[in-house]
Structures are given as structure tokens and as C-alpha cells.
């Protein structure tokens, strides 16, 4: 094999690499100021125009029974396995 031919090879190799990851950098600067730009937009237009709160809430009663028996269950099968 030639051995101009192997550095040719080699250095187009090297070109497509660095080409790409200017590439690659480039894009990913972009995205980052793109997203640090929206985020600043949507804070401003929270402040502009905040979003309505249903005044209807109700707070969520505490749910017992089949859950509890459940936690229970549970707990008993990973005492029990960590005790053998």
C-alpha cells in the first residue's frame, strides 16, 4: 500500500472529524442560547399574563383502607425477606 495514499486517507479522516464536530458544537451553542431565550419569554409572559387557579379546589381527602392493607402487605413480605 502506498504510503501517500494512507496519509491522504488519514488526513481527509481527520478533516471529516473536526468538520463534524464544529458542526456538532455549533449546534449545540445554539440550542443552549435558544433555550435560555424561550425560557426568559415564557418567564415574561407568566409575569404578563398569569395563569388562572380554579377557585373551586377541594382539598383530596386522605384515601385509607385497601391502600393501607396494601402498604402493609408490603412491608410485611420486605421484613420478611430481609430477615431470611
Known amino acids: 500500500m502506498d504510503i501517500q495514499l494512507l496519509?491522504?486517507?488519514?488526513?481527509?479522516?481527520?478533516t471529516v472529524t473536526v468538520v463534524g464536530m464544529v458542526i456538532v458544537m455549533?449546534?449545540?451553542?445554539?440550542?443552549?442560547?435558544?433555550t435560555d431565550i424561550?425560557?426568559?419569554?415564557?418567564?415574561w409572559l407568566n409575569v404578563k399574563f398569569p395563569p388562572d387557579v380554579p377557585s373551586d379546589t377541594k382539598p383530596?381527602?386522605?384515601q385509607t383502607?385497601?391502600?393501607?392493607e396494601i402498604a402493609?402487605?408490603?412491608?410485611?413480605v420486605l421484613a420478611y425477606q430481609h430477615k431470611a
Not at 496519509?7 to 481527520?14: G, P, R, S, V
Not at 455549533?26 to 435558544?34: E, G, I, N
Request: net charge positive.
Open 72 to 76: 402493609v402487605a408490603i412491608a410485611a
Open 38 to 43: 424561550t425560557k426568559k419569554v415564557v418567564d
Open 26 to 34: 455549533v449546534f449545540l451553542t445554539l440550542m443552549v442560547f435558544t
Open 7 to 14: 496519509m491522504q486517507n488519514l488526513q481527509m479522516a481527520l
Open 65 to 68: 383502607g385497601a391502600e393501607e
Open 60 to 62: 383530596q381527602k386522605k
